[in-house]
């Protein structure tokens, strides 16, 4: 199967989880086409403008892993914060708590994978 980029689904969302501005999310894998196999929930590539957030949230019964693309940000890791920069990787697993925030002057572009424990 090939999913070509100009037939992936892009939400634009408000305030997710809690954080501040828009962002953008583009969907490589879709569970209601049972992409995952029921393994996951999440794979995308997720661009927040400068000063935009995602907010602080914990994760239950599943685990996150972002990878830093483009950009330069600001991860809380389970109260810990800690600059992030492309090549990156954060790993919040089942019962830990993140967000991310850009703190840059360009876009900074994540990929979030998120599978069921």
Same mark, same amino acid.
């Given at each position: 199967?090939?999913?070509?980029?100009?037939?992936?689904?892009?939400?634009?969302?408000?305030?997710?989880?809690?954080?501040?501005?828009?962002?953008?999310?583009?969907?490589?894998?879709?569970?209601?086409?049972?992409?995952?196999?029921?393994?996951?929930?999440?794979?995308?590539?997720?661009?927040?403008? @400068?000063?935009?957030?995602?907010?602080?949230?914990?994760?239950?019964?599943?685990?996150?892993?972002?990878?830093?693309?483009?950009?330069?940000?600001?991860?809380?890791?389970?109260?810990?914060?800690? @600059?992030?920069? @492309?090549?990156?990787?954060?790993?919040?697993?089942?019962?830990?708590?993140?967000?991310?925030?850009?703190?840059?002057?360009?876009?900074?572009?994540?990929?979030?994978?998120?599978?069921?424990?």
């Amino acid at each position: 199967m090939i999913k070509h980029s100009k037939d992936l689904r892009t939400d634009t969302v408000s305030n997710f989880r809690g954080g501040k501005g828009e962002i953008q999310m583009t969907h490589f894998l879709e569970t209601e086409k049972n992409e995952f196999n029921a393994k996951g929930r999440l794979f995308a590539k997720n661009v927040l403008k @400068p000063g935009t957030s995602i907010g602080f949230h914990e994760h239950v019964g599943d685990t996150e892993t972002y990878v830093i693309l483009s950009g330069e940000g600001l991860v809380n890791d389970n109260g810990d914060q800690k @600059p992030v920069k @492309p090549g990156d990787v954060i790993i919040t697993k089942n019962g830990e708590s993140h967000s991310i925030e850009n703190t840059g002057t360009v876009d900074l572009e994540v990929m979030a994978l998120i599978l069921f424990d």
